[in-house]
């Protein structure tokens, strides 16, 4: 179930990648290209045979784990602030490319590195399941090495997740909105990701869902923001001089 | 809630006896898939009604009056408020009434003997606001006829015409539509019929005057005199005039803008994620 969940992820993000080389070349919002692509690549590297084949080729000792996280730091770094953009948030622009931001993702890297340099990183594992296992001071290490890896997308989110809300309840039109809902429900999902160490063991797999689902719902929601400015752009060729505007 | 489709059926044998849903839908205008959608819904629209009357030579109210939920539409109605037949008259042609009366050399020759020595249009609103509504409506013939009702903002004029503050509470109340959902509604320029009657209801205004705001009826199919508006219009003073022109003016301005906010912000997102 998990597996497939990945894979599907894993293909739905290089779909949306695919669809954005058109404007890639046209030179229209490359960095949706770009940020679609980072989270093929980061999707790819965080399951099981992917992982194992990319790290072995870096030398098996889970640096592909850490490269993992950095991605993942550039993709939510660069999707927030196109979507703080759009949705004209300043307040969450601010947060993540004002001080602060800077402050916080420099703080949250460094803290990564360290974890990552005191661990016994040896013997390539996904998700650093087999690290964790080698003793008590590694399994903590983990832990925390994990918490830092997820502090930063949450930080961002939590940044945008209130102008989503705003823009879920606007009067734009209902495709804008719902797009908006889906970026909100991802962003929750991956601001939830903080309270992974508060789910017991047992119910592993919910941690894999919320992450999953999260991808899942910023890819579709982007995509729905995209397919409705397709459709509005054909609407508008279709009745050229028609007022946009309600007559008095 | 829309009409049982068992009682439509009834209905539709009791005006077109012996004409196929083909041909029923043929002169009404009504598309054979929708209908037949909401015949296996079970549930017919009431403009569905409204078309087919329409087609044969019925009068829409006493069609919708055969059904249960609109019984109360059988028999005569309490005529429309002046303050409801305003509420009908298009912003535009408001503000054509403010230009109209406040030019009165346009219809100098129309009415040369009545304005003689008035030197402006204030002194026309005071003359009309003492005189009779019949005396009224020749004055103004002509050039500013008012174009049928609904106009693009009825649904919330007329709700704010017959609203003494409470009527959204009571409504709500009445149906178990929220507020914040009615409100909605009004601001789309829209209304359930049922709704529509709910409100007429609880103002204890006459039950057509939401039918015709949202346009499911015409003026004249709720039985308003021909030229009441124009007549309710020209009984108006000039401060009321000008005062209600103001309001509509005010409330599109603020509607546009919004509606402008919205298109800079659609923009702006696509401008970025499209």
């Known amino acids: 179930m998990i597996e497939t969940l990945q894979w599907t992820t894993l293909i739905v993000c290089g779909a949306a990648a ?21 989270l093929t690549v980061a999707t790819l590297l965080s399951i099981k045979g992917p992982y194992a084949a990319i790290d072995g080729l870096l030398g098996n000792t889970n640096v592909a784990n850490l490269l993992l996280r950095f991605i993942i730091f550039g993709t939510i770094y660069f999707l927030g602030i196109r979507i703080a953009k759009a949705f004209g948030d300043t307040y969450g622009l601010q947060l993540i490319r ?22 016994d990183t040896e013997g390539s594992s996904a998700g650093m399941a087999a690290v964790s296992m080698k003793d008590e001071r590694n399994a903590t290490l983990v832990e925390y090495y994990g918490a830092a890896g997820r502090a930063y997308p949450a930080y961002v989110c939590l940044a945008i997740l209130p102008a989503m809300l705003r823009g879920v309840r606007s009067s734009l039109p209902v495709m804008l909105r719902l797009g908006a809902l889906l970026l909100a429900i991802g962003a929750a999902a991956i601001t939830l990701s903080l309270l992974f160490p508060l789910i017991p063991q047992s ?9 999953y689902t999260a991808i899942l719902c910023f890819v579709f929601g982007l995509t729905l923001i995209w397919l409705a400015r397709l459709r509005a752009g054909r609407t508008v060729t279709a009745h050229p001089g028609r007022p946009s505007a309600g007559r008095g | ?21 083909a041909d029923v839908c043929r002169l009404s205008k009504v598309k054979r898939t929708t209908l ?27 069609s919708l009056a055969y059904f249960e939920n609109y019984r109360d539409l059988a028999g005569p109605q309490i005529p ?18 403010v230009i109209a009366r406040s030019t009165p050399a346009v219809e100098a020759g129309a009415e040369a003997e009545a304005e003689a020595g008035t030197p402006a249009g204030l002194e026309t609103g ?8 019949g005396s009224a409506g020749p004055r103004r013939p002509g050039p500013l006829e008012l174009s049928p009702a609904p106009h693009a903002t009825s649904v919330k004029n007329w709700v704010d015409a017959i609203d003494d503050g409470e009527l959204r509470h009571r409504v709500s109340a009445a149906t178990g539509i929220a507020p914040q959902n009615y409100s909605a509604q009004l601001t789309a320029n829209r209304l359930a019929p049922e709704v529509a009657i709910a409100t007429s209801r609880a103002a204890g205004v006459g039950l057509t005057g939401g039918l015709v705001a949202t346009g499911l ?20 003073t000039d401060g009321e005039l000008t005062a209600l022109a103001g309001e509509r003016l005010q409330a599109l301005g603020k509607m546009l803008r919004r509606q402008e906010q919205d298109q800079e912000q659609t923009e702006k997102i696509w401008e970025n994620l499209g």
């Open chain 1, 203 to 211: 119910l592993g797999s919910v941690e894999f869902i919320i992450n």
């Open chain 2, 36 to 62: 037949a959608q909401q015949l296996v819904r079970g549930k017919v629209a009431e403009a569905t009604v409204v078309s087919i009357s329409r087609a044969f030579g019925v009068n829409p109210v006493d």
């Open chain 2, 217 to 236: 009826i015409t003026e004249e199919e709720a039985n308003w005199e021909p030229g009441a508006r124009q007549a309710a219009l020209d009984r108006l």
């Open chain 2, 80 to 97: 429309p408020s002046p303050q409801e037949l305003v509420s009908q008259i298009a912003t535009v042609d408001l503000l054509r009434a």
């Open chain 2, 126 to 133: 005071a003359g009309q606001g003492t005189g009779p509504a």
């Open chain 1, 98 to 119: 004002g001080r602060a931001g800077y402050v916080v993702l420099a703080a949250i890297s460094a803290a990564l590195i360290v974890l990552f340099a005191l661990l």
């Open chain 2, 1 to 21: 809630m829309p009409l049982p489709a068992k009682a439509f059926q009834r209905w539709l044998h009791g005006i077109a006896p012996d004409t196929s849903m």
């Open chain 1, 18 to 38: 695919l669809s954005r080389i058109p404007n890639l070349i046209h030179k229209k919002n490359r960095s949706l290209f770009y940020i679609f692509a980072l």
